[in-house]
């Protein structure tokens, strides 16, 4: 840690500020500070990265000495933060640095966290399929039993997301019910915060896809509403901001760029695993938009067979598209319902677009119904395919 507070020392020094003025930003008073830095005392976590983030613009010294730090404190709530916090700003790195760290603790309620969190780090990095981290998650509950009341609620946010990740979206509206008021008991402010916006990201995406739009929309604004002067919460306002892009994607084009866009725009003040993962997802969400509102086509951004499929469809190619999309069924074994609505467009075949619908309902996705919806009826009224502002 000495080499890690002599960067520090060096760096305020540099930037011709008083120890006291930024004791005075993090909060906390010049004595305490001072301890801080002479390695008396350890950093409080969030104070370390609200310091690190006030010293550093660059992104990869900054990210350097976030795990730095992690890898030499020894302040068992420092560890279990530093946990939580990979987690939630998707550094995988820092979360697996944070959990050995559990591991080596004496501490056994630390080391119950990071017997959790290494599960957390399972899931993030997709080492097990869906149903193999539910079997995992059974299997260690049955040889480990968890008492603090943070990690039996993360072991329940694990299993509420592997629900979400197999679209099992009626479950979660009951399970988060059992889940919510639990989450209000934790004491932490900044463990409570987090895992409460975990399951309101989720109940949004699961609410917008139930074609409850107005329930989704509210709480996507709730998540943008909480307040977080560290950072910790950016990735979940990220999805909240997507949730409200996409719940646009047929009633309104400009409102719903608006919202991706700033989606993007705080995408790219994160540079975790994590983050460079959903940018790739938000710009070809906005490809999509634009292209079933067949506006600025020039610049697209896709990341995805099925909308580049849908391009060449745009463009008049329905050759091209119809390729892309067979030779995706060849190698997957099927089509997404998405997709069978594109081959359905480029085909003009009424049946796909049947098929399509019904996919969708049976994932639970009713609201990307519409679209497959839009073209059927079009394609009944005029026996041509028709895209534009879908409702």
Known sequence: MKYWLAKIIDEIDFQRKSQENVAKHLGISGPAFSKNLSGKSELNFLNMIKLVKDLYEDNVELTFMVREFCKKMNGKKNIRMAMEYGNAIGDFELLRIAVQKGFNSNNIVTKEWAFVYEMVLIRLKRFLSDKSLLEELNERKKHRIVKSAETKIMLDIITFYTLYESREYKML?????????????ISDAFIRDLYRVRIQEIIAYASLMDEQIDKSRNICHEILNTEDDFGYLDMLKVSALGCLGESYSFDSYEQSL???????????????????????????????????????LHDL?????????????????????VRL?????KEKGKLTPMKLCYLGMALKDQSLLEQSIEGFINEGCKFYCRLPRKIL??????????????K
């Open 258 to 296: 608006w919202y991706l866009n700033k989606g993007i725009d705080l995408l790219n003040k994160c540079h975790s695993h994590r983050a460079v993962e959903r940018n790739r997802n938000f710009l070809n969400m906005r490809s999509y938009i634009r292209l079933i509102s067949k506006k600025k």
């Open 377 to 390: 009826g079009e394609f009944n009224k005029n026996g041509i395919m028709y895209i534009g502002d879908a």
């Open 325 to 329: 999309l067979r030779n995706e069924e």
């Open 173 to 185: 509206f009951s399970y988060s019910e059992m889940l919510l008021p639990k989450i209000e008991k």
């Open 301 to 321: 951004d896709i990341y995805d067979v099925g909308e580049e499929a849908l391009k060449h469809i745009i463009n008049g190619n329905a050759k091209e598209a």
